[in-house]
């Protein structure tokens, strides 16, 4: 039977594994590159949090060091060396309601700035952009009403009358403009968070939760979902893409273009019709029409169980697919992109993504098997428990040549 480990080994060994606990956080806390730093603010209500949150991890990192060195105090000066047993405090009214009244206090203080911060980040009148926004499994659906006088965020389209505008995967926003957020879920609780914009918000089914967003300057802001949603919780995130003025505009007026079909006898041509007979059904592309001149609109709910699917039109301007879990463009062009400077980010964003930028790696293997890359279900038995309709994207069976032509024809959704 070994020994027990003596107690100045244990306290060497937790020293140790404290040394080594501290070293780790000082390495991530230097670490570069993190697109949802919470202590990266760049938009006011972000600002507002973290006037919040660095005092209070002051105070309770202070706190939490003159704790620890106490505890370590009482450890070695009262180490059992056989002596008698020091006077205890017990009952001593002046110390306990002292260690009870100064926490209280402490938290109080905490309690009135913190409650103060939720009213001011629950403000809404101010903001001039109104964006719905909708949690499905598992992606983020975004919609642009259009105001009374025609325009879309204040931004009246220069070359089409507004209409609705869908999209997904990545949200558009002006730069310097509240943006009101009203968020809701088709399916679970889902929950929106783009931590250098601002905090978190659940996105409740049946109910309509209202949220404020503002970019300081343009760029690309990460966030994810971060409430639990099903098997693919992990593969939801979304990006907002924060334009200045004329480049929101230039993103508008491109967004509502008319539909253009693809030249005749080419492979873009071939897989428009691939399209129409195999994506069609699901996936709304504005414009499309079928042989006889009729619109073909999409009907998700007849197909799959979530009863929605992103919208395709444009496609090509995003940057991310399959609910942001992936890049539409290789990582060089990425790159190029997500470290623009703020004057030419906005001409990087808009070339959306070329033949040269494609990656087509990604975006095959998805059209090839997309339950294999994201998966929709635990297991295939399920459809018997649907109605027969799939759980997400379906494996097509799509031949190569018929993926070919479907990316041929996507890179002209632009």
Request: net charge negative; hydrophobic share 40%.
């Amino acid at each position: 039977m070994s020994e027990r480990p003596s107690t100045p080994r244990r306290l060497a060994h937790a020293a140790r594994l404290a040394l080594l606990g501290a070293g780790a956080l000082a390495i991530s806390a230097c670490a570069q590159d993190a697109p949802q730093d919470t202590w990266a603010p760049e938009g006011e209500n972000a600002q507002t949090i973290h006037n919040l949150q660095w005092p209070i991890f002051l105070v309770a990192g202070i706190v939490g060091v003159i704790v620890m060195a106490v505890v370590l105090y009482a450890v070695i000066k009262f180490k059992d060396r056989g002596q008698p047993i020091p006077e205890q405090s017990h009952g001593n009214p002046i110390i306990e309601y002292t260690f009870i009244a100064l926490p209280a206090a402490i938290l109080a203080v905490i309690a009135g700035f913190t409650v103060n911060t939720i009213f001011d980040l629950a403000e809404t009148q101010d903001t001039e952009c109104v964006i719905n926004v909708t949690g499905q499994q598992w992606w983020w659906e975004y919609d642009y009403p259009v105001a009374a006088d025609g325009s879309i965020c204040g931004y009246t389209p220069s070359n089409a009358a507004a209409v609705p505008l869908i999209t997904s995967g990545q949200v558009i926003i002006p730069t310097d403009t509240k943006v009101l957020i009203r968020g809701t879920s088709r399916d679970v609780i889902h929950s929106f968070w783009i931590p250098k914009l601002n905090g978190k918000r659940d996105m409740v089914p049946g109910r309509v939760h209202t949220w404020r967003f503002h970019a300081d300057g343009p760029g690309i802001y990460a966030g994810q979902c971060t409430e639990f949603c099903g098997l693919s919780h992990a593969n939801m995130r979304m990006e907002m893409i924060a334009l200045d003025p004329d480049d929101f505009q230039a993103w508008l007026d491109n967004q509502l273009e008319p539909y253009q079909s693809p030249e005749a006898g080419t492979l873009a041509a071939a897989g428009e019709v691939t399209y129409v007979s195999q994506c069609a059904r699901c996936h709304q592309v504005d414009g499309l029409v079928d042989g006889n001149g009729d619109p073909i609109v999409s009907a998700p709910d007849q197909w799959v169980y979530s009863g929605a699917a992103p919208n395709l039109t444009n496609f090509m301007t995003r940057n991310t697919f399959a609910g942001a879990s992936w890049d539409l463009l290789t990582p060089a062009c990425r790159d190029e992109v997500w470290n623009a400077s703020p004057e030419d980010f906005g001409a990087a964003y808009l070339k959306g993504v070329t033949p040269e930028c494609l990656n087509e790696i990604d975006l095959k293997e998805w059209l090839r098997d997309a339950p294999a890359k994201k998966p929709m279900y635990a297991d295939a038995t399920a459809l018997l428990e649907t109605d027969g309709k799939v759980r997400g994207m379906p494996n097509l069976g799509l031949s190569e040549d018929q993926i070919n032509e479907l990316v041929a024809y996507l890179l002209e959704r632009k």
